[in-house]
């Protein structure tokens, strides 16, 4: 089983909806990122998260950090195809030094 | 700046056979990593490497050794493929894990090595 587990692990929605995808553990991290990744690239970091119960925006994209540090969310506001790709979320354990990857989310929006 | 590159981007190998690939990163960071991703189980940490001359088993080190002889370069071996071993390869580099408090560095990818096993 992975560390971290990401749902849903599809999500096909129409432009200008709104979603959530949930990145869940049982272990505490120190933080928390969030990386976008599209087909034949490796990911890119969207955000980093570090406080328990922190909450960071990136223009209609939405970031938490559960107060136990155990989890974490990304909400898209007004979805638009170009969020089109696969959210992975990945995580750094209080104790080690090695990031873990969600089992990620792959979203479509369609026009 | 070229970031981080990987050689070569496609492989077929037939079961049995070897082969290296190449990591580079011009960005002078100390730390790098290699990572398998399969369909539903995100990436994987395979070994990872905290400096030159130093590396770590990750998650999944099973069949594949690394070498960091040179601190911009990060080389994953395969001694005897197998069809398991069929996976999307990607490298990253980042200045280190851990900054001053609990913040985290910036993993940097590579555009990732198709690799089939036969």
């Known amino acids: 089983t992975q560390l971290l587990e990401q749902s849903p692990q599809f999500l096909s929605i129409q432009e200008g909806e709104n979603l959530t995808v949930y990145c869940n553990s049982s272990?505490?991290?120190?933080?928390l990122q969030w990386y976008r990744q599209e087909p034949g690239e490796g990911p890119v970091l969207l955000v980093t998260?570090?406080?328990?119960?922190e909450v960071k925006k990136l223009k209609r994209l939405t970031f938490q950090f559960g107060d136990a540090r155990k989890d974490s969310s990304l909400h898209i506001t007004a979805a638009q195809p170009g969020d089109t790709g696969l959210y992975l979320c990945a995580g750094v354990r209080d104790t080690g030094n090695q990031f873990y990857f969600g089992t990620g989310t792959s979203l479509t929006v369609i026009p | 700046n070229a970031g981080v590159t990987q050689t070569p981007k496609f492989r077929v190998l037939k079961t049995g056979q070897s082969m290296t690939l190449l990591c580079a990163q011009d960005?002078?960071?100390?730390?790098m990593y290699w990572y398998r991703q399969d369909p539903g189980m995100g990436l994987r940490l395979i070994h990872y490497?905290?400096?030159?001359?130093?590396?770590a088993k990750g998650e999944v080190p099973d069949g594949y050794n690394v070498s960091r002889l040179k601190k911009q370069n990060f080389l994953l071996g395969l001694e005897s493929a197998a069809p398991s071993q069929t996976s999307v390869y990607f490298c990253?580099?980042?200045?280190?894990?851990?900054?001053?408090?609990?913040?985290?560095?910036?993993?940097?990818f590579g555009p990732g090595t198709r690799l089939t096993v036969l």
């Open positions: 272990s505490v991290f120190s933080s």
């Open positions: 998260v570090v406080t328990g119960g």
């Open positions: 990253a580099s980042s200045y280190s894990p851990r900054l001053a408090g609990a913040s985290t560095d910036t993993q940097y």
């Open positions: 490497s905290v400096g030159e001359g130093t590396t």
């Open positions: 960005m002078n960071h100390e730390y």
